[in-house]
């Protein structure tokens, strides 16, 4: 557990994320620091707002993100974040945002990897054709708290206008007036970049502290940090008639150094399930 201790992590990051990161891995890790990355261009791999598209999967582009940072910083210690936004695939009429954090050692090259979905997001974008249903549309985005972004189509080309970062209601009034009188409408979206959305700068730091966790939990064969959860079992018996049901009954950890695997009990404590749960009791 001492691969962290007295080091210093950058943050490869313009948009803030250092606010929430930094305090999660500080809490857990015995890090001497955790700083943004200064001089770094992170939208270059991608941006929401669709000048620059991002043509990796978000992991890829996440470890490609932490190795500019470690090119820019020349630190050997450097984390970074990839977020995305869209339908929940078990229930796609509802919206997610998967956050994927990637932490790189230099020392020996190693990627150290933590995914979280969060149904919680303030999300969405709209084609409007007055000022009245862009007020609409940003009282269901919670403006001005969200930011937003207007633009003159659904999707951004070379010399379109478009302004993003948008926190007042002047501001927002005076581009969605401009768009409308010449275009007859405009597209206004949820401003997505970390800074200029606080439900998920909340759920990137609730990544960040469940990726501590993680890498602060060592194997107990080998004492490698980042034992972490790898897999589950399901089977959870039924509370009436003890069947297994597709429920959760157990998580698994594996060892990135040994490959040592454990089986351990929910962590919510969950030791049956419900009945209406269970093919037996209700097929």
Request: glycine share 10%.
């Amino acid at each position: 557990m001492d691969r962290f201790a007295g080091r210093t992590m950058g943050v490869a990051t313009i948009h803030g994320k250092e606010r929430v990161i930094g305090p999660a891995l500080l809490n857990v890790l015995r890090l001497r620091g955790v700083h943004p990355i200064a001089g770094i261009d992170t939208d270059r791999f991608g941006a929401f707002s669709g000048e620059v598209q991002r043509t990796l999967d978000p992991l890829e582009a996440c470890k490609v993100k932490a190795l500019h940072g470690v090119e820019v910083s020349g630190l050997d210690l450097v984390i970074a974040s990839e977020g995305s936004f869209g339908p929940y695939p078990p229930a796609p009429f509802m919206s997610c945002n998967e956050e994927v954090l990637v932490l790189y050692d230099g020392r020996d090259e190693r990627f150290f990897t933590h995914r979280h979905i969060a149904l919680e997001t303030v999300f969405g974008g709209e084609h409007c054709k007055s000022w009245l249903q862009v007020r609409a549309f940003a009282e269901r985005m919670k403006f001005p708290e969200h930011g937003l972004v207007v633009r003159s189509k659904g999707k951004w080309a070379t010399g379109d206008a478009m302004k993003k970062g948008i926190t007042s209601e002047e501001v927002l009034r005076s581009m969605v007036d401009s768009l409308v009188g010449s275009n007859g409408s405009c597209w206004v979206e949820t401003d997505m970049r970390a800074m200029m959305n606080p439900t998920r700068m909340r759920v990137i730091g609730e990544t960040a502290a469940r990726f501590a966790n993680e890498l602060a939990t060592a194997c107990p064969v080998c004492n490698a940090c980042w034992f972490r959860v790898t897999g589950t079992r399901h089977g959870l018996p039924c509370a009436l008639c003890s069947w297994p049901t597709e429920s959760i009954r157990s998580i698994e950890r594996g060892c990135w150094e040994c490959g040592h695997v454990a089986f351990e009990s929910r962590p919510d404590g969950k030791r049956e399930e419900d009945p209406q749960h269970c093919s037996n009791c209700n097929p």
